[in-house]
Nanobody
């Protein structure tokens, strides 16, 4: 079955860095666009960044220039390097499979908590 397992979250001070990882299984990772979402307390889940099969990336305006998404198809791993973290980046971060041919959507992992303090 499809599994997405996020890790790498933690508590950091503003200005710090974290690197999130998502290990995927149960589908052909290299055939599917992938994304990171986040959900802050009391708010909806929002798209942070996505990456196409060919490695084309997009970012939310709030993280552009600070976050970098990447993928390792051989290791079935999606990463999110987060630098210059701000308190407003505090949220649970989830990786997700985006729409594509034979790509199973609507699967979520348990998420990983990122807490940024001032």
């Amino acid at each position: 079955q499809v599994q997405l397992v996020e890790s790498g979250g933690g508590s950091v001070q503003a200005g710090g860095s974290l690197k999130l990882s998502c290990v995927a299984s149960g589908f052909v990772f290299g055939n599917c666009p992938m994304a990171w979402y986040r959900q802050a307390p009391g708010k909806e889940r929002d798209l942070v960044s996505n990456i196409s099969i060919g490695g084309i990336t997009t970012y939310a305006a709030s993280v552009k220039g600070r976050f970098t998404i990447s993928r390792d198809n051989a290791k079935y791993t999606l990463t999110l390097q987060m630098n210059s973290l701000k308190t407003e980046d505090t949220a649970v971060y989830y990786c997700a499979i985006e729409r594509g041919i034979y790509c199973p959507i609507n699967h979520w992992g348990q998420g990983t908590q990122v807490t940024v303090s001032s």
